[in-house]
C-alpha cells in the first residue's frame, strides 16, 4: 500500500514559478513509476508528467514542455515537480500518482493509475 501527500501549492503570478513534491509512505515507492495530473474546474483531468521507477524515462503534456520537470529521490520518497515560467492556464489542482509499471500511454489512461494524492491547488495569476 502507498499513501501519497502532495505539497507546495499556492499562488503566484504568471512568469513565476513553483515546486511541488509529493512524499509516499511505503516501501515500495522506489518500485513504482510516478507521475502528476491535474484538473482544472469543468475539465477533464489533465497528464503533466511522469517518471519511471529508475528516473530514467520521463514524460510530459505537450502544454507544459520546456517548462516543467519532473523528478525523484527514492531515498527520500519523494517526487517532485518543478514548474517555471506559469501561466494562467496552469491553475488547476494537481495530483500526484502513483502506478506499478511505467507506460507511455499512462498519459491517456489516468484511470490505470494505482495509487492518488488527495491534491494541491495551484493558481496563477495574469
Known amino acids: 500500500q502507498v499513501q501519497l501527500v502532495e505539497s507546495g501549492g499556492g499562488s503566484v503570478q504568471a512568469g513565476g514559478s513553483l515546486r511541488l513534491s509529493c512524499a509516499a509512505s511505503?516501501?515500495?515507492?522506489?518500485?513504482?513509476?510516478m507521475g502528476w495530473f491535474r484538473q482544472a474546474p469543468g475539465k477533464e483531468r489533465e497528464f503533466v508528467a511522469a517518471?519511471?521507477?529508475?528516473?530514467?524515462?520521463?514524460q510530459y503534456g505537450d502544454s507544459v514542455k520546456g517548462r516543467f520537470t519532473i523528478s525523484r529521490d527514492n531515498a527520500k520518497n519523494t517526487v517532485y515537480l518543478q514548474m517555471n515560467s506559469l501561466k494562467p492556464e496552469d491553475k488547476a489542482v494537481y495530483y500526484c500518482?502513483?502506478?506499478?509499471?511505467?507506460?507511455?500511454?499512462?498519459?491517456?489512461?489516468?484511470?490505470?493509475?494505482?495509487?492518488w494524492g488527495q491534491g494541491t491547488q495551484v493558481t496563477v495569476s495574469s
Open positions: 500518482a502513483g502506478r506499478r509499471e511505467y507506460s507511455s500511454t499512462w498519459a491517456l489512461t489516468p484511470t490505470t493509475s494505482n495509487y
Open positions: 511505503g516501501r515500495s515507492f522506489s518500485t513504482y513509476a
Open positions: 517518471i519511471s521507477w529508475s528516473g530514467f524515462q520521463t
